[in-house]
């Protein structure tokens, strides 16, 4: 892929909330050297991006489940991910369609500076997509993701509009999603009020409101190797329409031949889901995702019903989860009414409200290489029902036979956390992540409480976070009113409300290979309380060392502090807090949003506000492990080591570790120029496997070579003797390498240039020697280069 651009301001590049002291060396990584302070006033950022009008509110809340209002995604197939994001509130062409929303894509990568949607301060978007009608609010509430739908190898574009009118306008917010197929011609505007769109998937009844409440999530839930996509209507209802806010879910599988109009009246989708009784509101608030839970390589379906009654209905708003295995044969029609779900969950108490508010999430926690369920609980109890509203949080090991019910009253979920004090809130507002912070292969849990009042409860509703490191021994109660977490956060100031609607992340932001955690307060108040709400934000640097008990932001215990610009920006508030490499440096880059920023001049109010700081590091090596099941799992993405494993076999589970070296030091090659500046070193202790490997290169990896020359090289070590990989296939517009059927890992490279011939072990000369008896005898040949001059060593040796 050739164009690639690499930029950045001096003044201010992706900031790191570092506790002293905390960074150990990891790898030979030294800690990096950041400005003590980036402020979003002064212009620090790297990129900044002005919503087009008053009340736009550009970069709100509109992206989907798990992420932020703004993602990356490569929708023009150059190689480089584009920065899409949406304004929901924004009034369409000419601002004659009130609220219909609009979505933006800057194509990357994206160089410093200033951009403007309205195209006046800087440069206008490359794609706008219009919304279709006045009060469509297109991209709002989660309506907004990016995933490859048609199997092209372009992700497309999935964008939602809950209000919107269905089929001649007549089921009225009934809800619509659309899909743009991503391509190297988008066109620069795209109006779904033309139908410019590519499929259009109608929501089946009014008032349905398909996709409302984060309700669009894309994965490959029948194991053929394309994305599909799950959506649903909370307010819908049910069979015949006949329980009246049961909630329902559809998948629709991708496929290059996906119709123009899928009408979920009609009953076009591939399967769906409805909830077992009336106001459970399947999926309400947030309450979907996906994982490997029963260990078959094939991703699952994992739903909420925040309102659902418990056993026999005996438990009012307990709520409920349900999973539903990923399948080559899934049912057209899935009823939690008649338990045709795999595994349900009970939330303990009534008013538990279990799953509720993003309290939902998936990942390997214990090692084992099967993905386990975590659940909040955010109005529970804790122990003994003795602390009112304190939150709780579930961890469920998966495994191949799950039973059919876990009930969390009878305590059959294998690990209970408890909220530290009453109205903590636990998980409320807070979406749970998971994400290997220490580097050992195991999923780590990040939780918050934005209600928390912070050290000794002195700081009303300053907000804390937890991390407790995954393992493979955790007990079975966690309360985190005796300190059962590993690492404390606290919010700076009363009202802060750390984590609150952006949460705890973690994202490897500093390109070491380990997670790094990533939170903000959208209601900090900025350099010395000036800014009233102008919000924060912070990132602590994952170590493999163990962080301290305790992380004070009041204390100054971090190195950077991200301030928000202005009064009322409420910086990355409506989960505005992202990751992308928009830049294409092979760093992934921190995205922010200020949805109430006020443009140019503090002239367009409330048009919303974009930020981008991009990411950079000294670390020569970046190592991510992971852990797999026995068998075909699910295929590993290693971040940003820069490659992706799937194993189609394997006898016993395993850890795989991949370090990626960012240069040649030490490779055994005859010219390093013509070698890439960048190699893998892949270990696994796995026996008896065939893996697929995918490697990503940069081009500023490979600037000085031919890129059509390039070919896959692998040895034991890196001072080793290497050869060709056979079969590797090279995507030169996406700089990646694909290499097939491997049944053993090593040191990979890329080179244009061969490896040095071995030399021959002999070379004979045959001739007489005269009057003595002699005989010149199969000798060796020494060649030798003095003073550019070639000399010949002749060794007789009597017979």
């Excluded at 031919?706 to 003797?721: F, I, Q, R, S």
Aim: proline residues 4%; charged residues 15%; contains cysteine.
């Amino acid at each position: 892929m050739k164009g690639f651009l690499r930029s950045r301001r001096a003044t201010g590049w992706l900031a790191f909330l570092l506790v002293a002291g905390a960074a150990a060396v990891f790898a030979g990584v030294q800690p990096l050297t950041l400005p003590a302070v980036i402020d979003l006033f002064n212009g620090e950022e790297d990129v900044l991006i002005y919503g087009a009008d008053s009340s736009d509110y550009a970069g709100r809340s509109t992206s989907s489940i798990g992420a932020s209002s703004h993602i990356t995604a490569d929708v023009n197939g150059d190689g480089s991910p584009d920065l899409v994001f949406g304004a929901p509130l924004a009034d369409g062409p000419l601002n004659a369609r009130a609220m219909c929303g609009e979505i933006y894509v800057y194509y990357g990568p994206l160089a410093a500076g200033i951009l403007d949607v309205a195209g006046t301060a800087g440069n206008a978007p490359d794609v706008v997509i219009y919304g279709g009608r006045g009060g469509d609010n297109l991209g709002y509430e989660g309506g907004l993701t990016c995933a490859d739908i048609n199997n092209d190898g372009i992700e497309d574009i999935l964008a939602g509009a809950y209000g919107a009118d269905g089929p001649g306008f007549a089921r009225a917010g009934c809800g619509e999603l659309y899909v743009i197929y991503g391509s190297a011609a988008l066109p620069a505007v795209i109006d779904i009020a033309n139908g410019d769109q590519d499929v259009t998937v109608y929501g089946a009844s009014a008032s349905d409101a398909l996709t409302a409440g984060y309700n669009l999530l894309t994965k490959d839930f029948n194991g053929d190797g394309i994305t599909d996509i799950m959506t649903g209507a909370q307010l819908a209802d049910g069979p015949s329409d006949a329980r009246s806010g049961c909630g329902e879910v559809y998948i629709i599988y991708g496929s290059a031949g996906l119709p123009a109009a899928i009408d979920l009246a009609s009953g076009a989708e591939d399967v769906t889901i409805y909830g077992a009784s009336a106001s459970d509101g399947l999926g309400f608030e947030y309450a979907s995702c996906a994982g490997d839970l029963n260990g078959d390589g094939i991703s699952d379906m994992i739903l909420g019903s925040v309102l659902a009654r418990g056993p026999l209905d005996a438990r009012n708003a307990c709520g409920e989860a349900y999973v539903i295995y990923g399948s080559a044969a899934l049912p057209a029609v899935i009823d939690l009414a008649s338990g045709d779900e795999n595994v349900t969950v009970y939330g303990a108490t009534a008013l538990d409200r279990l799953t509720h508010r993003r309290g939902l999430t998936a990942g390997d926690v214990n090692g084992d290489g099967i993905d386990d369920l975590v659940l909040g609980a955010w109005t529970a109890d804790g122990p003994l029902e003795g602390r009112s509203a304190a939150g709780e949080a579930y961890v469920i090991y998966g495994g191949a036979a799950l039973p059919a019910t876990i009930d969390i009253a009878l305590n059959e979920e294998d690990v209970t956390i408890y909220g530290a004090t009453a109205n903590d809130q636990l998980t409320g507002w807070c979406p749970i992540s998971l994400g290997d912070v220490n580097g050992d292969g195991r999923d780590d849990i990040l939780l918050s409480a934005f209600a928390a009042d912070g050290p000794g409860d002195g700081r009303l509703s300053a907000g804390e976070g937890y991390l407790i490191y995954g393992s493979g021994t955790l007990p079975a109660t966690i309360d985190l009113a005796s300190s059962g977490e590993d690492v404390t956060i606290y919010g700076a100031s009363a009202g802060d409300q750390l984590a609150e609607y952006a949460g705890i992340s973690a994202k490897d932001v500093n390109g070491d290979g380990l997670a790094d955690i990533l939170t903000t307060a959208a209601f900090g108040s900025g350099p010395a309380e000036g800014r009233s709400s102008s919000g924060e934000s912070y990132i602590i640097y994952g170590s493999t060392a163990v962080l301290p008990a305790t992380i004070d932001l009041n204390a100054s215990e971090e190195d950077v502090t991200i301030y928000g610009a202005s009064n009322f920006d409420m910086l990355n508030s409506g989960f505005g807090l992202q990751t992308g490499d928009i830049n294409n440096d092979g760093f992934l880059d921190l995205l922010l949003a200020a949805y109430g920023g006020d443009g140019p001049g503090e002239v367009r109010n409330g048009c919303g506000e974009v930020y981008a700081i991009f990411g950079e590091g000294d670390s020569t090596t970046a190592a991510a492990k992971d852990t797999d099941h026995a068998g075909n799992p699910l295929a590993k993405d290693y971040g940003t080591a820069r490659a992706k494993i799937d194993f189609g076999a394997g006898a016993a589970g395993s850890t795989t570790t991949v370090t990626l070296t960012r240069n040649d030091t030490g490779v055994n090659m005859p010219d390093l120029t013509k070698v890439a500046d960048v190699n893998w070193t892949v270990t696994t202790d796995r026996t008896a496997f065939s893996a697929k490997v995918i490697f990503h290169y940069l081009e500023s990896e490979i600037a000085q070579l031919t890129e059509g020359d390039l070919k896959l090289y692998k040895a034991a070590t890196v001072g080793g003797t290497y050869s060709e990989v056979a079969g590797a296939v090279f995507d030169t517009v996406r700089n990646t390498v694909t290499a097939t059927g491997l049944t053993g890992f090593s040191v990979f490279i890329l080179s244009t240039a061969p490896p040095a011939a071995a030399p021959s072990p002999h070379c004979f000369v045959d001739t007489l020697s005269a009057g003595n008896g002699n005989r010149t005898m199969p000798i060796a040949l020494a060649v030798l280069a003095l003073a550019g001059a070639l000399g010949f060593a002749v060794i007789n040796r009597r017979r």
